[in-house]
């Protein structure tokens, strides 16, 4: 059997960042059993309260049959604690996710010898140059470099990886296939030819403040460490550091310049515990007697590798020419915009159709869409969740929608 639909189906109805190893090991990691256990079989383990019970048992498979269909027109993998390719390291998280959508090549995932690179969007080129630097040394020797494919340090990271034909995996906030951060994606282009561009959020689902969070705990997750490279005292790439903490992971931090703000958070992190990085060595080190086979004395670079790295980069015209980040202009108050209906695109099916043509701004209830159109409950599920893929229509409480 195809595990795939229920991995989907539970992964919908839990939510993202839902605590769910108790109840995935209880069932001995079969979503199927879990799918044809009732309210009650569940609610007695005493895992998920009864609200999240309500939902999970109420959530339509349909939908999961159509993220399933849509990923396959498109080329996504589904990659879930069933699959030889599931990220060894998350396994064990009780906030694990349940499905990772992937473009590219899943097998990198597989990599236990891979370390994350984090830091400030609004980096200094000292901070960018070491990211690149240290994520390419540690690209040549076989290590997975894992960062968020924002811009910053996350880019110099993928970047330095990129530049030794190394294996990288982008993790995102969003869904595939959402319209974020467009500047970046001819480099989430190039993640995906040599490595993986990953989300645990199904396609088209839109960034926003609480998927980043979710996001990072993936990032540190998946890792066997977590190198923070530039931040500031209130850093969000802090906060993976702290996950990675919690999550029994190792924490290394660059050195930064003192007087700078923009090192605060770095610094506190080493004055706390973190293991400071001067050369990629401090990180092979964490790791020599894990694997032994691949990282000994013969492997260990040059202490100043990426002293001489970062110096390359630094005065080369492409490092120079790399695009800064500018704080956006405000724009002046508009007034409130009317919500025009959009026609219904070519690409629908026709339920798709007929429900689109029935829902406005006002409202309405799945029961009365399916009366008016004259199909099944089933079908009517089935062409909402299209809509809400295509980001057509949104639900609303009390199983009603309209137009998004």
Same mark, same amino acid.
């Given at each position: 059997m195809n595990y795939d639909l229920y991995w989907v189906w539970l992964s919908l109805g839990l939510g993202a960042g839902a605590s769910c190893l108790d109840l995935v090991t209880y069932f001995e990691w079969n979503p199927f059993e879990i799918?044809? @256990?009732?309210?009650?079989?569940? +609610?007695?383990?005493?895992?998920?309260?009864? #609200?999240?019970?309500?939902?999970l048992k109420s959530f339509p498979i349909q939908k999961a049959e159509e993220i399933l269909r849509i990923s396959k027109e498109n080329g996504w993998k589904i990659i879930t604690p069933s699959s030889k390719y599931y990220p060894h390291n998350l396994i064990t998280l009780q906030d694990l996710p349940l499905v990772l959508y992937v473009q590219g090549d899943e097998t990198v995932l597989a990599n236990e010898m891979s370390v994350s690179v984090v830091g400030a969007r609004k980096a200094s080129d000292y901070g960018r140059a070491v990211a690149r630097a240290l994520s390419a040394?540690?690209?040549?020797?076989?290590?997975?470099?894992?960062?968020?494919?924002a811009l910053g340090i996350d880019s110099a990271a993928h970047q330095g990886a990129l530049d030794e034909n190394g294996k990288t995996v982008c993790v995102l906030g969003c869904g595939l296939n959402t319209k974020y951060l467009m500047e970046n994606q001819p480099?989430?282009?190039?993640?995906? =030819?040599?490595?993986?561009?990953?989300?645990?959020? *199904?396609?088209?689902?839109?960034?926003?403040?609480?998927? +980043? *969070?979710l996001r990072n705990r993936i990032i540190s997750g998946m890792t066997l460490g977590t190198v923070v490279v530039e931040a500031g005292e209130k850093s969000g790439s802090l906060i993976t550091a702290r996950l990675a903490s919690e999550q029994g992971r190792d924490v290394f931090a660059v050195p930064g310049d003192l007087v700078s703000s923009s090192f605060l958070g770095t610094n506190n992190l080493i004055r706390n515990g973190a293991i400071p990085v001067f050369s990629p060595n401090d990180v092979l080190e964490q790791y020599c007697y894990r694997f032994f086979d691949k990282i000994n004395n013969e492997t260990r670079l040059p202490d100043d590798e990426?002293?001489?790295?970062?110096? #390359?980069?630094?005065? @080369?015209?492409?490092?120079?020419?790399?695009?800064?980040?500018?704080?956006?202009? #405000?724009?002046?108050?508009?007034? =409130?915009?009317?919500?025009v209906k959009k026609?219904? *695109? #070519?690409?629908?099916? *026709?339920?798709?159709?007929?429900?689109?043509?029935?829902?406005?701004?006002?409202p309405v209830h799945v029961d009365d869409i399916t009366d008016s159109c004259g199909i099944s409950i089933t079908e009517t599920l089935s062409a909402l969740t299209e809509l809400e893929v295509y980001g057509l229509v949104r639900q609303i409480s009390g199983r009603r929608y309209k137009i998004n």
């Open positions: 799918y044809g @256990s009732t309210f009650n079989e569940i +609610f007695s383990l005493n895992v998920l309260n009864k #609200k999240r019970v309500e939902k040394a540690m690209a040549s020797l076989g290590f997975t470099v894992v960062s968020g494919g480099l989430r282009d190039e993640i995906a =030819k040599n490595g993986a561009v990953i989300t645990e959020f *199904p396609p088209m689902t839109p960034a926003s403040k609480t998927t +980043f *969070p990426i002293i001489r790295r970062a110096q #390359k980069y630094l005065m @080369s015209d492409d490092f120079k020419k790399e695009a800064i980040i500018k704080e956006p202009k #405000k724009k002046a108050e508009e007034p =409130k915009k009317v919500t026609e219904a *695109p #070519k690409y629908l099916t *026709p339920n798709a159709v007929k429900v689109y043509e029935l829902i406005s701004e006002t």
